[in-house]
């Protein structure tokens, strides 16, 4: 069985530039989620996909968007980086919708300078 | 954004000691998780309640979902060196909201 895996594992980017992660949730799991932890945190969610459709997002700004394909993978993108976007970005994988035990990747790690 | 609270924020341990941890919410969630994070890597899931009052072991480790569906807690017994990271609760409503963590250190 193959777990939740991201890329890429870092990542530089410039102010105001965009960004794509990506995503590849564990075999069987239909749902992503997608979570921003900034050092010395917790993950903050950012929005949950299912079936192809966001069904649940948190609070952050429209210029964070993702995709989820029919394969189940996904993408996070962001528009207009700032450099509070620098954070450690994780992606994880549930069964199905609402089920609580969610499955986490390693994550990207964004620096935004 | 909203976060849990843990406490104690960490924890300095000799190797065998016994080891708990707790976690409150001002909201009811349905499900609780408990999650270990160690440094460069995504958070791990350690176990996962679903009933008010349920109590659930994983090894040495046992956490319980308060009856009053606010808080939970997890112990760890007899500690180990690889006990050491970050021990982060969760709980589950319309989404999953964490802790704020709760660094875990292991002297031999």
Redesign the interface.
Same mark, same amino acid.
């Given at each position: 069985e193959t777990g939740?895996t991201q890329s890429p594992t870092h990542l530089i980017k410039t102010r105001g530039q965009q960004v794509t992660l990506r995503c590849s949730s564990q075999s069987g799991h239909n749902t992503v989620?997608w979570?921003q932890q900034a050092l010395g945190? +917790?993950?903050?969610?950012i929005f949950?996909y299912y079936r192809e459709e966001e069904n649940?997002r948190?609070?952050f700004p429209p210029r964070f968007s993702g995709l989820q394909f029919p394969n189940y993978s996904s993408e996070l993108n962001v528009n207009a980086l700032e450099l509070d976007d620098s954070a450690l970005y994780?992606c994880?994988s549930s069964l199905a919708w609402g089920q +609580?035990?969610?499955?986490? +990747?390693? +994550?990207t790690r964004l620096t935004v300078t | 954004?909203q976060?849990?609270n843990q406490s104690p924020q960490s924890m300095f341990i000799q190797e065998g000691e016994d080891v708990s941890m707790n976690c409150t919410s001002s909201s009811i969630f349905?499900?609780w998780?408990w999650?270990k994070q160690e440094p460069?890597? /995504?958070?791990?899931?350690l176990i #996962?309640l679903?009933k008010a009052g349920e109590l659930t072991s994983n090894g040495r480790l046992t956490a319980q979902f308060g009856i009053t569906r606010k808080d939970s807690f997890l112990n760890i017994s007899a500690s180990i060196p690889s006990d050491v990271g970050i021990y =982060?609760c #969760?709980g589950?409503g319309?989404?999953?909201? =964490?802790?704020? /963590?709760t660094r875990l250190q292991v002297f031999p």
């Open positions: 939740v989620s979570y945190q +917790g993950p903050q969610f949950q649940g948190g609070n994780l994880a +609580g035990e969610q499955y986490f +990747g390693p +994550g | 954004g976060q849990l349905n499900t998780l999650y460069g890597e /995504g958070p791990v899931l #996962a679903y =982060f #969760a589950l319309d989404k999953l909201i =964490f802790g704020t /963590g």
